[in-house]
């Protein structure tokens, strides 16, 4: 049986491969597929460096699963098309599946699972990483210290210690986030539309309205879902603390980025860091150094020196990949041997939509 792996880097290879290898007795995925193991005779890893898409489907011939990530589309037409090919099983090696035609997966009988969970402290510890390097303008000191230059103005910060922060969406991520703030001093705020007793030695909820205007922080930590798209808009945004900071290492849908650009200019909004971004799929995890970008917007907000963007990074750990991978190959396993899968997405022909999975991202 193939698996073909789509949007694949060289670190998506070589972590695949390395578990795959590990779990199942295989010395390369692509080369060996015969060795004796309990996976590993029926399986054998398709490497495609292209995202999947309609134009791409024809790589996934001959492939009982495909494997994709976050940017990759799985739109009504791709999963009708992956299902003329004999496709039968998604994997996706990510916890989000908002590029995911759910419903129509489950009508068309694909088995779907993602990846939950997988070191939410690598998330955390970024987020963190851009809320003090925006903070403590440790970036701009880099670059002025490499052409001589020791001048402190214009990078003036606020210590961390006794500040506000919120954080909106309390499942792993921002749990370890709080366990992180709470160290440093923070009082805590959440908002999550499912409350957990785990934030309870961190800090208190709070509905939306009450938690923006009381912070000095904001990090985002939730799903993009038809209930969060844009939840950071321009009414919001008018709530917050003037000259707060916001923080996204979660979806880029959840920030309307024109009002954000809007909130940066008027001064309401006191710096931005982005790990992801709303229009991320056209330009993400691609060198385009040597083109013109088109995206205007983002281009913009490239000119601000209080916003800070990354190309969704946050997860970027060896310890994350391995989870990923480890995780992603249990998942087809259990597909292999229609056994009950835990990361399911669909389950007995139904999804999970009435569940605590709607929030998964909330949760990972």
């Given at each position: 049986m193939?698996?073909?792996?789509?949007?694949a880097?060289?670190?998506?290879?070589?972590?695949?491969?390395?578990?795959?290898?590990?779990r199942?007795?295989?010395?390369?995925?692509?080369?060996?597929?015969?060795?004796?193991?309990?996976?590993?005779?029926?399986?054998?890893?398709?490497?495609?460096?292209f995202?999947?898409?309609?134009?791409?489907?024809?790589?996934?011939?001959?492939?009982?699963?495909?494997?994709?990530f976050?940017n990759?589309?799985?739109?009504?037409?791709?999963?009708?098309?992956?299902?003329?090919?004999g496709?039968?099983?998604i994997?996706?090696?990510?916890?989000?599946?908002?590029?995911?035609?759910?419903k129509?997966?489950?009508?068309?009988?694909?088995?779907?699972?993602?990846?939950?969970?997988?070191?939410?402290?690598?998330?955390?510890?970024?987020?963190?990483?851009?809320?003090?390097?925006?903070?403590?303008?440790?970036?701009?000191?880099?670059?002025?210290?490499?052409?001589?230059?020791?001048?402190?103005?214009?990078?003036?910060?606020?210590?961390?210690y006794?500040?506000?922060?919120?954080?909106?969406?309390?499942?792993k991520?921002?749990?370890?986030l709080?366990?992180?703030?709470?160290?440093?001093?923070?009082?805590?705020?959440?908002?999550?539309?499912?409350?957990t007793?785990?934030?309870?030695?961190?800090?208190?909820?709070?509905?939306?309205?009450?938690?923006?205007?009381?912070?000095?922080?904001?990090?985002?930590?939730c799903p993009?879902?038809?209930?969060?798209?844009?939840?950071?808009?321009?009414?919001?945004?008018?709530?917050?603390?003037?000259?707060?900071?916001?923080?996204n290492?979660s979806?880029?849908?959840?920030?309307n980025?024109?009002?954000?650009?809007?909130?940066?200019?008027?001064?309401?909004?006191?710096?931005?860091?982005?790990?992801v971004?709303?229009?991320?799929?056209a330009?993400?995890y691609?060198?385009?150094s040597?083109?013109?970008?088109?995206?205007?917007?983002?281009?913009?907000?490239t000119?601000?020196?209080n916003?800070?963007?990354?190309g969704?990074?946050?997860?970027?750990?060896?310890?994350a990949?391995?989870?990923i991978?480890?995780?992603?190959?249990?998942?087809?396993?259990?597909?292999?041997?229609r056994?009950?899968?835990?990361?399911?997405?669909?389950?007995d022909?139904?999804?999970?939509s009435?569940?605590r999975?709607?929030s998964?991202?909330?949760?990972?």
């Amino acid at each position: 049986m193939k698996v073909a792996v789509f949007s694949a880097k060289p670190y998506d290879r070589e972590y695949l491969s390395q578990v795959h290898a590990t779990r199942y007795g295989l010395a390369n995925t692509t080369d060996n597929p015969h060795v004796k193991g309990s996976l590993a005779p029926r399986t054998e890893l398709i490497f495609h460096d292209f995202p999947l898409s309609v134009e791409t489907v024809p790589l996934a011939v001959g492939a009982t699963a495909v494997c994709v990530f976050v940017n990759d589309t799985l739109n009504g037409s791709v999963l009708k098309a992956l299902r003329r090919e004999g496709v039968r099983a998604i994997l996706l090696r990510c916890a989000g599946y908002n590029n995911l035609d759910l419903k129509e997966a489950e009508r068309l009988g694909f088995f779907v699972a993602n990846v939950p969970s997988y070191s939410p402290e690598a998330v955390a510890e970024f987020a963190i990483a851009l809320i003090q390097t925006l903070n403590r303008k440790t970036h701009r000191a880099y670059n002025r210290v490499r052409e001589g230059n020791f001048n402190l103005d214009g990078l003036l910060g606020r210590t961390l210690y006794g500040k506000t922060v919120g954080i909106i969406g309390t499942g792993k991520i921002g749990i370890s986030l709080a366990r992180i703030l709470q160290g440093f001093g923070c009082k805590l705020i959440a908002y999550d539309p499912y409350p957990t007793d785990s934030f309870k030695p961190y800090g208190e909820y709070a509905s939306l309205d009450e938690l923006l205007p009381q912070c000095d922080f904001v990090s985002l930590h939730c799903p993009l879902t038809d209930q969060t798209k844009h939840i950071i808009n321009k009414q919001t945004l008018a709530k917050m603390k003037k000259d707060a900071m916001l923080v996204n290492t979660s979806r880029g849908g959840l920030i309307n980025t024109k009002a954000v650009i809007d909130a940066l200019k008027s001064h309401q909004l006191g710096g931005l860091a982005l790990d992801v971004y709303e229009g991320e799929s056209a330009l993400f995890y691609q060198d385009h150094s040597g083109h013109i970008i088109q995206d205007d917007e983002l281009m913009r907000l490239t000119t601000f020196h209080n916003v800070i963007i990354c190309g969704h990074q946050a997860f970027f750990t060896e310890e994350a990949l391995t989870e990923i991978a480890e995780s992603t190959l249990s998942n087809l396993e259990d597909f292999l041997k229609r056994v009950p899968c835990k990361n399911s997405l669909v389950s007995d022909g139904h999804l999970l939509s009435g569940t605590r999975r709607d929030s998964v991202p909330v949760r990972i």
